[in-house]
Every structure is written in C-alpha cells, then in structure tokens.
C-alpha cells in the first residue's frame, strides 16, 4: 500500500520547469554583488532574467564563463560593472575591475596609434568572427559608492517624466578636422547631410562649431561655457565631432595663434543635467580610453550627477570614415528602427559597419555611397577602408548601462496645405492620440536658415565684434518662424497659423504635444510661396 502510495505521489506531483535562461549576463566584483542588487531587482521587475558571474580573471577566463552561460538568440545583453584594469593597478584595486580584451591594431597605427586597441567587443562576439553578437556596456565604476549613484541615475532617467521638451532635442559640437581644406569640407557637408536627410523632422537641433568662420560659432573666448551650456540644458544626444584626448578635446583656434579650450576635465564638475542628461557621443580620438591608468574624459563625465547617462567613445584613435559610418548607424538603430534600449542602438551601429542594412531609406543608402565614394577617393590608403570600418567594432565602446530605456514619442497625425503665401494663415488639421497640450511650429529646412548669414572673412579682436557671435551664433540655430500654443482634445481638430511675410520656401510644420508623462512628435511639409503685394504686412 505505501509503494503504491508512492507511485501515486511521484505520477502528480508537479514538475518544477527548468528555469528559463537569462536574457542579461552581468560581470560584477563579488563584493559589489550587494550594491548591485537594486539594479538586478529593478530590471527583473520590466521582465529581464539575470544571471551575475564574478568578475575575478583574465580576459579570458571571464569571456569562457560569459559565452559558456550565453545562449545565441536568448542572451540579449552584457553588461561589465567595475573599471578595466590599468598596467598600474594594484592586487587590491584589481579586485574591483573587470578585465578588457586588447587586439592588435591593422589600420589606425599607420596614423600614429598604439598597437593594441582595448576593447569590450569580444565579450559580446559568440561566434568569434569579430562582430558583436549581443550588446554590451560597461559601469566603469571605482567604487561601490560611485555604482550605486549611477543605479540611482538610471532608474531617474527612464523614471517618466511631466516636462519632456529635452528628449526631443539634440546638440551637435563640431570641431575642425584638420585634414586639410578639401577633405574637412567634404567632412562638413556630409554633417549637414546627415543633420537633413536623417534626423527626423521633428526633433529641434543645433550646432556648435569650432571655426571662427562659421556662423555656427559663438564666441570663442566663451567656447567651453557654450559647450557646457549644450550639456547643461538637456538634450536626448549630446554629439561631439572631431578631435579629442584622453581628458581633452581640441581647441578652437583663432589668428594671432590663440586657442580656446572646446572642453576638458578641468569642466567636468561644472555639468548640472541632473534632470534631463543626454547621451554623449563622442565621434573623437582618445576619450572613451577607459584603461587608461587615470579615468578619461567619457569616465570622468559619466561619473557626475549632473553629467551624461551614458557614453560612446573611442579607446584610441578613430578615423572619419569609419565614424560617419556608425554615426548614419546610430541614426537608423534609434529613430527608424526605434529600438528599445541604448545597446540595441549601438548593436545596430556597429552590425551596420559591416553591412549596410537593406531596408535603410533611400537618404541613408545614398549617403552610405556618398560616404564609401568619399573614403575611397581621399583616403591615403583606400585599400583599408574595409579593414577601418571593421577596426571601429574594437575602437568604439558604450561606458553605461546597455539596457538603459530609451524614450520613443508617439507619432502624431498633422497635414496642412502643400502651398501657401507668406502673410496668409495656414490651416493645420492634426489627429491627437489623447488629450495634451502642444506646441506647433513653422519652421525653415534644417541646414538652412532663415536669414542667409555668410562666413565671416576677418577675424576682428575687438571685444565688441567678438560679443556678436553670440548674436549670429543665435540667430543661425533659431529655425522658428512661427510658434503657437495649442490645446488639443482626442481625435482630429483644426488650427489656423499665422504665416510671417518673411518666411519663404521649403519650410516644415511640427508639433510636440505633451499629456500626462507622455508625449508625441509630428511634422508635415509646406512651401511658402513670396508675398506679391502688401509687403509692409509684419505679422
């Protein structure tokens, strides 16, 4: 009878399923284990399964424990919390890193790069053909402290918010190449090409240029607070392109031989995002060395409460090309595919140095041609440009948390005439999602402006002239002819929109509207056809 029992009990007795295997591998510093656990329970709570390997280990032996745990198609994500050890580090401080990969460098060091590039990328390649099969990042953290501050940040920044007017914002820095007038043209107008072609409409942009001759200079004595300010006032990306160090990036230069600083470690306690940071990205030399013995310039920022949430930076040097390559990458990873989080952004970036992706727009695949034209005609050696594309997976990684969330907008519905006469009213019929109160506006082309500011042909010392490039510096980012306040109520509804007499030719209506912690971008077309009479209309 109690066999039979038995029998009985192990028949229906449940079956406990094996458990699912993670989606997310962490590498963490045993002791840390503690400090990361709000991190674990707060991403376990949005439905990721977690597994934590200790950190302890060469290269080696911790990517064996990774890649025996990884499971092609499941495993999503890596993220390495701790610092990479330098060649200064001592017993004690190695106990709080995670080891780094170092690959032999093949293009970059005929431009004067160290021999060896220090890389997370091998981490995340499972099949070992050098290309990234998950996403990675890493918390470069020094201390415990210092790892719980940024848990606290990232939780805060996907926190939603009631104001949301900065995550539809995005900042560009542009330093000078360098490379000699012909090429850091065609490097300038590929910029604007981009800025253009494939930025949505909708987002606002602007630019901050390092050459005293652009309009899109601010005075260089007051660069740096400029850069700063860019920062400061929140934007979804903060962008840097052109020249940087390991705790520096270039520097303006103006005649008479004096240069003013762009941005340097001395500022970085000066960043105040606590709010609204952004997302650095840094298409420069040097400024994601994060093992280096002293903490570079994308460590030194993301370790500030009011500094960025993340960054993307080069370990050593990087090349143009490559760079604006990745860059039309990030592009299409965030604003067309809208992927969910920021290493699935940066996947998508480095995939695309590889292969270009069939189903990119008709603007991005034709400036991929433009660009792949450009590197063979003017590189010094077109027979690496592949070999440079693919040395960019190493040279390029993303100090922060790989699956940060990231905020998408709701599409919002907004048409208007196709054709309509400066000083007139324009009648907008937009279809909201939900009730909000929205901000419309008329606004030039991007990449235009609505006053044609030519580039400046003297530079003049006096401190009077110098304070009107702040004015032109304005002027030139201001793409808003027209702006109006507007209740919207669920479902479709009218606006009429006063046109100014001075607007003229290809122009954009966009919209944001913002509801109770969400929000929702849209845009349409218009051209704005010259006033033939009454031209002392002012409105």
């Known amino acids: 009878m109690t066999g039979l029992f038995l029998s009985i009990l192990m028949v229906t007795a449940p079956v406990t399923p094996a458990a699912a295997p993670p989606d997310t591998l962490v590498v963490c510093p045993p002791a840390w284990t503690s400090t990361l656990q709000p991190w674990i329970d707060y991403r376990r709570g949005q439905g990721h399964r977690i597994a934590v390997i200790p950190s302890a280990g060469s290269y080696e032996k911790v990517r064996t424990a990774l890649h025996s745990q990884a499971r092609k198609g499941v495993t999503k994500a890596i993220l390495l919390v701790g610092d990479a050890p330098s060649d200064k580090a001592t017993p004690q401080t190695r106990t709080r890193t995670v080891a780094t990969q170092y690959v032999p460098a093949k293009v970059n060091i005929h431009w004067g790069s160290e021999p060896l590039i220090a890389t997370d990328n091998g981490y995340a390649d499972l099949d070992g053909d050098g290309v990234a099969d998950l996403s990675i990042g890493r918390i470069p953290a020094d201390s415990a402290a210092e790892l719980a501050t940024y848990i606290q940040r990232v939780i805060a920044y996907e926190t939603p918010q009631q104001n949301n007017q900065w995550r539809r914002r995005i900042n560009l820095i542009a330093g000078v190449g360098g490379f000699g007038p012909v090429t850091d043209g065609l490097i300038e107008a590929t910029a604007k090409q981009f800025l253009v072609t494939e930025i949505p409409v909708p987002y606002d942009t602007s630019m901050t240029q390092a050459s005293w001759r652009s309009p899109y200079c601010p005075d260089p004595r007051t660069f740096q607070q400029t850069t700063l300010q860019r920062i400061n006032e929140g934007c979804l990306f903060w962008v840097y392109m052109g020249h940087g160090q390991r705790r520096h990036l270039d520097q303006i230069q103006v005649p008479a031989k004096k240069r003013y600083a762009i941005f340097n470690s001395s500022h970085v306690n000066q960043l105040k995002a606590q709010q609204n940071p952004p997302i650095a990205i840094f298409l420069a030399c040097y400024t994601g060395a994060y093992d280096d013995a002293e903490d570079c310039l994308a460590e030194q920022m993301l370790r500030q409460p009011g500094g960025p949430i993340a960054v993307l930076a080069g370990s050593r040097v990087t090349m143009p090309y490559a760079m604006s390559i990745m860059g039309q990458g990030l592009i299409r990873g965030y604003f067309q595919q809208r992927a969910d989080t920021l290493g ?191 031209p002392g209309d002012s409105r």
């Open 344 to 534: 699935e952004v940066v996947l998508v970036a480095k995939q695309q140095l590889i292969a270009p992706t069939p189903s990119a727009t008709k603007a991005a695949q034709w400036n991929r041609r433009m660009l792949d034209t450009m590197a063979t005609l003017l590189s010094p050696k077109p027979e690496l440009v592949e070999a440079e594309r693919r040395e960019h997976l190493s040279l390029f990684n993303l100090l922060g948390d790989p699956l940060l969330r990231l905020p998408h907008p709701q599409q919002l519905q907004i048409s208007s005439p196709s054709n309509v006469i400066a000083g007139s009213e324009l009648l907008l019929t937009v279809t909201s999602p939900w009730a909000a109160t929205a901000t419309v506006e008329l606004v030039c082309q991007r990449g235009t402006q609505k006053q044609q500011i030519g580039a400046r042909k003297a530079y003049l010392h006096e401190d009077q002239a110098l304070k009107k490039y702040n004015q032109i510096y304005e002027q030139a980012n201001d793409q808003v002819w027209r702006q109006a306040q507007v209740r919207l109520s669920k479902g479709s509804q009218q606006f009429k929109l006063a046109v100014p007499t001075a607007a003229t030719g290809s122009c954009f209506v966009r919209i944001f509207a913002e509801g109770e912690k969400r929000y929702a971008l849209g845009a349409c077309p218009v051209f704005i056809n010259p006033q033939e009479s009454n």
